[in-house]
């Protein structure tokens, strides 16, 4: 992408928030109550703290989110609830929108850390970098989150693009002890914000499920062993993912 077409026009971002009342670890999870507003409030009100996004819409297939979308103000959409994955169900929210932005943000409905200002970050750099994806990762520092198959792992080559996504601690020292890892060489996880091109959104839904996506489960592979881009963003910003009752409870002290 030709960086001085970004700085000549006003480059059209619109957020998508993802919301599904299923969860395996906590039932329910967009409504939980974090200190007297539910989840997705919290995450719909750090998306609206961003200078760059025209619209924020949350996409779910529960009528009981959209309820409480309606009684806080938020735009949203209802959405098939057989829909495979986030991404997916962005796809399906931007075609029912019949919205024509460049670029789609995939936010999370379960990052109620984020803000407005990294939102803003990672619309600047994945434009400028002319990637075909953007998304954000932070420097695993602790053994346990490197070893945490629920923590991602993120590869980067010398221009902080994705080499590879994984479940597993990559790279692989083979005879170094698990504790001294983190020591030795930079590790990064990735967290749970996506800017699509809206070229790169369309691709994804044309794809198949691929082989790395089915054997890792996660569905940035999709679009990677099509030879898409995806630029990584480092923050240094603290953000959790909510996933048990445990991260809702430290996140309600973190936002006291």
């Not at 009684?71 to 019949?98: H, Q, W, Y």
């Not at 984020?114 to 990672?122: E, N, P």
């Not at 030879?227 to 993912?241: A, H, Q």
């Amino acid at each position: 992408m030709n960086n001085n077409i970004y700085r000549s026009r006003n480059i059209d971002v619109i957020a998508i928030i993802p919301a599904r009342m299923q969860s395996t670890r906590l039932p329910g999870k967009p409504l939980a109550d974090i200190n007297g507003k539910p989840l997705i409030y919290h995450v719909w009100n750090a998306a609206c703290q961003s200078k760059k996004l025209r619209r924020i819409v949350i996409a779910t297939d529960d009528q009981r989110i959209a309820d409480t979308c309606q009684n806080f103000g938020a735009e949203f959409i209802m959405t098939p609830t057989d829909i495979e994955s986030g991404t997916d169900r962005i796809i399906f929210a931007v075609k029912a929108l019949n919205d024509d932005a460049d670029y789609i943000l995939n936010i999370q409905g379960d990052e109620p850390l984020i803000s407005g200002h990294l939102i803003d970050r990672v619309i600047d750099e994945t434009v400028l970098s002319g990637a075909h994806v953007g998304t954000v990762i932070s420097q695993i520092t602790s053994t346990e989150e490197l070893f945490n198959p629920s923590v991602v792992k993120v590869v980067l080559d010398s221009e902080c693009n994705a080499m590879y996504f994984s479940r597993s601690p990559i790279p692989y020292f083979r005879d170094l002890e698990h504790d001294k890892w983190v020591k030795k060489v930079d590790y990064w996880k990735h967290i749970g914000i996506y800017a699509y091109s809206f070229p790169a959104l369309e691709r994804f839904a044309e794809l198949p499920v691929s082989a790395l996506e089915s054997v890792e489960k996660l569905e940035q592979m999709r679009l990677m062993q099509d030879n898409s881009i995806y630029r990584c963003i480092k923050t240094d910003e603290f953000l959790m993912g909510v996933d048990t009752p445990e991260d809702l409870e430290r996140v309600s002290e973190i936002l006291k």
